[in-house]
T-cell receptor, first 111, second 112 residues
Framework: DAGITQSPRHKVTETGTPVTLRCHQTENHRYMYWYRQDPGHGLRLIHYSYGVKDTDKGEVSDGYSVSRSKTEDFLLTLESATSSQTSVYFC??????????FGSGTRLTVV | DAKTTQPNSMESNEEEPVHLPCNHSTISGTDYIHWYRQLPSQGPEYVIHGLTSNVNNRMASLAIAEDRKSSTLILHRATLRDAAVYYCILRDSGNQGGKLIFGQGTELSVKP
């Protein structure tokens, strides 16, 4: 989607290894979000950020950490990946008066 | 976070209007009503949002009940490309982050 990119698009990793997913925006939006989507669960909020170095937990934050050192980048880290974290991860950006814009997603497989 | 209730699935015929309902009886005064859709194998896509008045854009119309306890997303002329899961979500504009909490949505199928 225009103004937001996720990297990598696909990743296969081994159980126990650290993984970092990157979300980059060019819209200068204040708010950024990480969701995961699994069959039967829909989209669930992991973490979100309301400014540089301001982050908070979502519905399913256990096993994940985030960092936002500058407006344009929001990183999601799995400190020690587990098979239950196999999922599709979506990043989103927003300003309060506007709708969200979602990235194209990162498909992560933990083997 | 206030909740929404949507039918699990709906069917429509191509080129006919579609009315997707959403109930949100616990809506608060600072909640905006947002609609998103997700096409197969894609990320969610913003459709429309509103607070109190009906809203129109190039994709759809949003009709909001006078008491704001329900709303309807209207696709004026469904196409095969409109087959998707449609999510109705309340976004608290007064809450830090204004985060969206997704429900299960309505799966819309469009028949030729």
């Amino acid at each position: 989607d225009a103004g937001i990119t996720q990297s990598p698009r696909h990743k296969v990793t081994e159980t126990g290894t650290p993984v970092t997913l990157r979300c980059h925006q060019t819209e200068n939006h204040r708010y950024m979000y990480w969701y995961r989507q699994d069959p039967g669960h829909g989209l669930r909020l992991i973490h979100y950020s309301y400014g540089v170095k301001d982050t908070d937990k979502g519905e399913v934050s256990d096993g994940y950490s985030v960092s936002r050192s500058k407006t344009e980048d929001f990183l999601l880290t799995l400190e020690s990946a587990t098979s239950s974290q196999t999922s599709v991860y979506f990043c989103a950006i927003s300003e309060l008066i506007y709708g969200y814009t979602f990235g194209s997603g990162t498909r992560l497989t933990v083997v | 976070d206030a909740k929404t209730t949507q039918p699990n699935s709906m069917e429509s015929n191509e080129e006919e209007p579609v009315h997707l309902p959403c109930n949100h009886s616990t809506i608060s005064g600072t909640d905006y009503i947002h609609w998103y859709r997700q096409l197969p194998s894609q990320g969610p896509e913003y459709v429309i949002h509103g607070l109190t008045s009906n809203v129109n854009n190039r994709m759809a119309s949003l009709a909001i009940a006078e008491d704001r306890k329900s709303s309807t997303l209207i696709l004026h002329r469904a196409t095969l490309r409109d087959a998707a899961v449609y999510y109705c979500i309340l976004r608290d504009s007064g809450n830090q982050g204004g985060k969206l909490i997704f429900g299960q949505g309505t799966e819309l199928s469009v028949k030729p």
